[in-house]
């Protein structure tokens, strides 16, 4: 499975939009791209998916670029409740489950 | 529904004890993934089932640890001897065997050996 970069931090203001990016240079043709995200003390929570198609859902939009060599998650309205460890994983569709999560983004919505 | 269920959500043990988890999953998913995620890293894959079967299993599972799901619904992870090193969040996940279908993910069992 190709293997994701993501900032080890990020601030967002409330109420603006948060823009978490992801590069995946190494994505194969049949490899989705899917972000998860984890509230503190709790287990990682699915957020959005996509393989080249930008992706809306009632969560967040996801914006993968042409080459699919990286993307952006996008939380429109932050919120406080938005504070988490935000992950970008890449892989197959046959195995949705088996996930390799790597340290991810820590997203601090500050009021 | 009420989602991925993990039982018990703290457990402290003595070095050299064996602990057991449980797992009981969503009751319509046939795929069930075990994760241990310690402080500050994401989650590690360890092993998954499909029903009864256990199809992959990570290096990172010693012979020390062992999983069962005996029914194909509920599963259990069991660590042997368990070692401060064991200390970790053990997650359960749970998903349908289809094109593509999310991972449900419990609220995990922190494990603390003292």
């Known amino acids: 499975d190709a293997k994701t970069t993501q900032p080890p931090s990020m601030d967002c203001a409330e109420g603006r939009a948060a823009n978490l990016p992801c590069n995946h240079s190494?994505?194969?043709?049949?490899?989705?791209v899917y972000w998860y995200r984890q509230i503190h003390s709790q287990g990682p929570q699915y957020i959005i998916h996509?393989?080249?198609n930008n992706e809306t859902n009632e969560m967040a939009s996801l914006i993968i670029t042409e080459d699919r060599k990286s993307s952006t998650l996008i939380l429109p309205h932050a919120t406080l409740r938005d504070t988490a460890v935000y992950y970008c994983?890449?892989?197959?569709?046959?195995?949705?489950?088996?996930?390799?999560f790597g340290q991810g983004t820590t997203l601090q919505v500050k009021p | 529904d009420t989602g991925v269920s993990q039982d018990p959500r703290h457990k402290i043990t003595k070095r050299g004890q064996n602990v057991t988890f449980r797992c009981d999953p969503i009751?319509?998913?046939?795929?069930l993934y075990w994760y241990r995620q310690t402080l500050g890293q994401g989650p590690e894959f360890l092993t998954y089932?499909?029903?009864?079967?256990?199809?992959?299993k990570s290096r990172l599972l010693s012979d020390r640890f062992s999983a069962e799901r005996p029914k194909g619904s509920f599963s259990t992870l069991e660590i042997q001897r368990t070692e401060q090193g064991d200390s970790a969040m053990y997650l359960c996940?749970?998903?349908?065997?289809?094109?593509?279908?999310?991972?449900?993910f419990g609220q995990g069992t922190r494990l603390t050996v003292v």
């Open positions: 089932f499909q029903n009864e079967a256990q199809l992959e």
């Open positions: 190494t994505i194969s043709g049949n490899e989705y």
């Open positions: 994983i890449v892989g197959r569709s046959s195995n949705t489950g088996k996930l390799i």
């Open positions: 996940a749970s998903s349908f065997d289809g094109t593509y279908t999310e991972a449900f």
């Open positions: 996509g393989l080249k």
């Open positions: 009751s319509e998913h046939n795929r």
